[in-house]
């Protein structure tokens, strides 16, 4: 069974870094791209960055480029967004999502979604 | 960037009921479109991706279609679990956006 548990949420004043964890577990890891979306309270969704499965090929939304950094450690069966410089406007529920891609390549859907992480900034 | 316009953001209907939703793209993506669920509390669900194919397990009164600009999802005959809200996501051109949603309530 597919799984992704993310962690690191919290509240935090803006200006300042949070760092989010994503475990994966029910496939294998290396062989997937993976994504972060993320949803403001009461809003809809917006695809925040992706990774290949390699870390290859790496992209940013334009509203978090810059200030997020998106990585994986396919031996830990982990992806992680590092977020510097935070914004009001980045609160929200983190996902970490599976890319529904075959091996190797890069679809930019998901198949898969974590529960999910509240990001609160807010001083 | 690709905009996208679903619609309607609203739709009240009954259990039994076939309902439609529609995205509309600002340009043609080909058939590279996704359809997710989402009930409240819970992350979102793949149902249908490239326009028309089934994500496994999702039941076959879900059905997609179209194709460049416009899109449907149809669900054949609304059952109570069906009662949450709808997005479409296209994945043709970066960056990888969402419709801004469709809420199904109990009419």
Known sequence: EVQLVESGGGLVQPGRSLRLSCAASGFTFDDYAMHWVRQAPGKGLEWVSGISWNSGSIGYADSVKGRFTISRDNAKNSLYLQMNSLRAEDTALYYCAKDKSSVGATEYYFDYWGQGTLVTVSS | VIWMTQSPSLLSASTGDRVTISCRMSQGISSYLAWYQQKPGKAPELLIYAASTLQSGVPSRFSGSGSGTDFTLTISCLQSEDFATYYCQQY????????????????
């Open chain 2, 92 to 107: 043709y051109s970066f960056p990888w956006t969402f419709g801004q949603g469709t809420k199904v309530e109990i009419k």
